[in-house]
Nanobody, 125 residues
């Protein structure tokens, strides 16, 4: 098991910012790409962003490109999601996950083997 814990969610007005953190205890994350996903009520979980093991490569869903930034600090065994210019449609539970497989592209959910419990992000209009 690789316990992942997200934090930093909350309630923010449209146009505001939040920074999510994902920390792991126990095994290191530094050898793995990491992803952020979100799930809004009544909708399927969707890919938000991913970062490769070194941090040199980042990938984003079109809906968040230019507004969100994924980063990592391997020394702290942590991954972050900086969310700016938030919109009401960004409201969801946000999850971080470890990419343990390499079957598809970075948005391929089955490649992610360990998930956090999620943190709620609510954006009011």
């Amino acid at each position: 098991q690789v316990p992942l814990v997200e934090s930093g969610g909350g309630l923010v007005q449209a146009g505001g910012s939040l920074r999510l953190s994902c920390a792991a205890s126990g095994r290191t994350l530094s050898s793995y790409a990491m992803g952020w996903f979100r799930q809004a009520p009544g909708k399927e979980r969707e890919f938000v962003a991913a970062i490769n093991w070194s941090g040199a490569g980042t990938y984003y869903a079109d809906s968040v490109k230019g507004r969100f930034t994924v980063s990592r600090d391997n020394a702290k065994n942590a991954v972050y999601l900086q969310m700016n210019s938030l919109k009401p449609e960004d409201t969801a539970v946000y999850y971080c996950a470890r990419r343990g497989g390499y079957s598809g592209t970075y948005d391929y959910t089955p490649d992610y083997d360990y998930w956090g419990q999620g943190t709620q992000v609510t954006v009011s209009s």
